[in-house]
């Protein structure tokens, strides 16, 4: 199987390459990231042979994206600008990258006759209240809708959403062992918050079964606990 994923240098990016890459059924795994550092960083990762290839590019170029799908079987499109703190203003930024990014990844994967593409998208899509929330939502309606382009030509769609995973760029834990390290209180903006969390391990596997079991149309929503952020601090 030859596989594409968007977004290769975050953390879930990262988590499926290691997993995917001595997987002896894979017989191609692209990687496609718009920071050149972080891809040498994790090229740097393995000796050859494998089968990696490397593709520095952003998923708001359609054409780059083309290259990159071009002999691929399915593509997890994982690449996404996800910091809410960060983004919180920037519904335009959200909205090129989270929803008119993934019209260019459907697009492209459609053009070079890619299976499947599976969207990695979020628990904030369901009942969003931020612009973050609502760029997951647009997106999975267009990857869920896309189905009626893509089926008939032999492509099929499909979502996983999922809650915070544990340790991932930006995560909450990051932020509390920086205020611990420099001395300072923990931030948590309301002790009633919740928040449904697995592992990093967790997420590569349910989105690589989702991959298997997908026939288009799906969102792919695992049972996952709730944590309240004050017992998880």
Known sequence: ?????????????????????????????????????????????????????????????????????????AVIHAAALKRIDSVVNESTELDKTNVQGTLNVLHAALECKVRKVLFISSDKACMPTNAYGCSKMMAEHHTVGFNAYSMPRGMACSVVRYGNVFGSTGSILHIWRKALAEGKPMPLTDERMTRFHLTLAQAVEFCLSSLMRMTGGEIFVPRLPAIKLEDLA
């Open 1 to 73: 199987m030859r596989i594409l994923v968007t977004g290769g240098t975050g953390a879930l990016g990262r988590a499926l390459v290691n997993h995917l890459v001595k997987d002896q059924m894979v017989e191609r795994l692209c990687v496609l990231s718009r920071d050149e550092h972080k891809v040498r960083a994790l090229a740097d990762q393995y000796q050859e042979p494998h089968p990696l290839r490397w593709f520095v590019g952003d998923i708001r170029d359609r054409e780059r994206l083309r290259l990159a799908c071009q002999g691929v079987d």
